[in-house]
């Protein structure tokens, strides 16, 4: 394969944590097979006239805390320069993420191969899109309206959870009782009175034994993590405290990968994370999907590559 010039687009490579980050690995890997690697930030771009440029840092990277990277060369470069395009900019989603997507596809040459598509980050809340597949989720509530949240709660004594439309890493995820005193005033403060609307979801008992997260590679399942929460926490976020560890594929979950394949491949989603809560898909995640590490660890692997080996084979397409 002849060397590509690979860009990766995320947050400041100085903060990442090298032992962790999946942009990192996917950097390494690409490092490892020879191709030139650049980087740069979202608040980076700019449109130049005709197309949309940004400054690009040409890098060397390393496994290795506090020295992990050497920088070769900056400078601004056209968006169509680059042969492909990973899209990791972390949450939260929010009017400059979406911007930024909306910038990078103004290419007055060839554009890249985007990881992930750009309208399909834009189309694929993590939380709502999986609301696209209700008979895969616990039941689930999307509304503002207090009542209509309280109501909700009250018929699930095995407890609800709360979250925020736009949340990450675990923020902002509450469990709630219908005999918590508590419930009417958080509902309140969430929804800022009525005005913005959160997720109510049945509460899912495994939850206790941990999330699964599947990493799908061009629509097909190529690893999971279980992370277990701490013994005082409801989360299994490993950003929120939870501990990975080894597990295996059900075939409820490769069911429920294959119900979603179609409709990622349609969007251009090709590297994406899934959360399974028991039998149940809870999120699909699109934007900078993490476990990749862990999973390469537990098992053995090495998800990158194949996410490398993806991207070759579309650039040789072209």
């Known amino acids: 394969m002849a060397s590509l010039t690979l860009g990766f687009l995320m947050d400041p490579l100085e903060h990442v944590r090298v032992d962790h980050d999946s942009t990192f690995a996917l950097m390494l890997e690409a490092q490892r097979r020879g191709h030139t690697v650049r980087y740069f930030e979202q608040g ?16 060397t990277v390393r496994r290795e805390p506090g020295r ?10 056209p968006i169509s320069s680059l042969d492909v395009l990973f899209m990791r900019k972390d949450p939260p989603v929010d009017a400059a993420f979406l911007h930024a997507t909306q910038l990078v596809e103004l290419c007055s040459g060839r554009p890249p191969i985007f ?20 008979e895969l989720m ?22 609800t959870i ?42 899912v008992p495994q939850s206790r034994q941990g999330d699964k997260r599947i990493i799908l590679v061009d629509g097909e399942p190529l690893g999971a993590v279980l992370r277990v929460p701490s013994e005082d926490d409801h989360r299994g ?13 059900t075939q409820r979950e490769r069911d429920i990968c294959a119900r979603l394949k179609p409709k990622l491949l349609e969007r251009g989603l090709l590297l994406v994370g899934i959360d399974v809560l028991g039998d149940s898909l809870t999120e699909v995640n699109v934007t900078s999907p993490t476990g990749l590490v862990e999973i390469d660890a537990l098992d053995g692997i090495s998800v990158e590559a194949h996410v490398l080996e993806l991207a070759e084979r579309l650039a040789a397409r072209r």
């Open 237 to 249: 976020n490993m950003a929120a405290g939870g501990t990975p560890v080894k597990t295996t594929l």
């Open 162 to 203: 709360l979250k925020p439309i736009d949340g990450f890493g675990g923020k902002g995820i509450l469990f709630v009782s219908p005999e918590d005193r508590n419930t009417r005033s958080l509902l309140e403060m969430l929804t800022d009175n009525g005005r913005e609307a959160i997720i109510a979801q049945a509460y």
């Open 115 to 134: 990881i992930n598509s750009p309208q399909g980050m834009r189309d694929a809340n993590e939380k709502l899109f999986a609301l696209n597949f209700p």
């Open 44 to 59: 980076w771009l700019r449109f130049g006239g005709t197309s949309t440029e940004a400054r690009m840092r040409t890098v």
């Open 138 to 159: 616990p039941e689930t509530c999307v509304t503002g309206e207090r009542s209509v949240l309280m109501d909700f709660i009250l018929r699930h004594p095995g407890g």
């Open 68 to 77: 992990h990277f050497d920088l070769l060369e900056e400078s601004v470069r």
